[in-house]
């Protein structure tokens, strides 16, 4: 007996050095994931650049978890003004694809085999694919709504409110709660003449 506890320690000794070993080098994984490195902001630079999500680029091999990248971006300023810059470009990337998107007719049409009642025979014809044509709007009204989301100034609508005829801003001065109390009075006296 006195035996098999000593192979149930060793046995135990054994899987506790695996499991050390296991931690040990996913640590150090995590480590080289997290620590800062240039080579690895210049490429995430260029892919926001050219449009690409930043999520979408985090998840790919040899990024950082984007997490990682906030905390590179809250410790540099440096890199954040140039992820700043980036994403500007991307987003006329953003807009210049949709341009490319809309251009793009080579799959609005498509051949079909439908019966031709005259010959009574099924025949190949070219017809509108509407599904890719329907397919391409969402595609450029998805990127659209980014776009005006992320910089409204550049891509979103403008909505103008005026308060006169010649383009004037409204004035708010003196409509304090006073002034504001004082109108509401002078409309009840009003609809009070006119009812009597």
Known sequence: ???????????????????????????????????????IAQAICEGLSEGIPLRELCRREGMPPYRTLYSWIERDAD?????ARAREIGYDSIAEECLEIADNASNDWVDREQFNPRTKRPEMVRVVDQEHIQRSKLRI????KLLAKWRPAKYG?????????????IKTEGTGSDALLEIIRNMELRRRAASE
């Open 79 to 83: 890199l954040a003004a140039h992820i």
């Open 157 to 169: 609508e403008r909505v103008a409110v005026t308060g006169a005829a010649d383009g004037a801003p």
């Open 141 to 144: 009204e998805t990127r659209l």
């Open 1 to 39: 007996m006195p035996k098999r506890r000593n192979d149930s320690a060793d046995a135990k000794k054994q899987v506790a050095r695996v499991l050390r070993d296991a931690q040990q080098a996913a640590t150090a994984e995590t480590e080289r994931r997290l620590s800062y490195d240039p080579a």
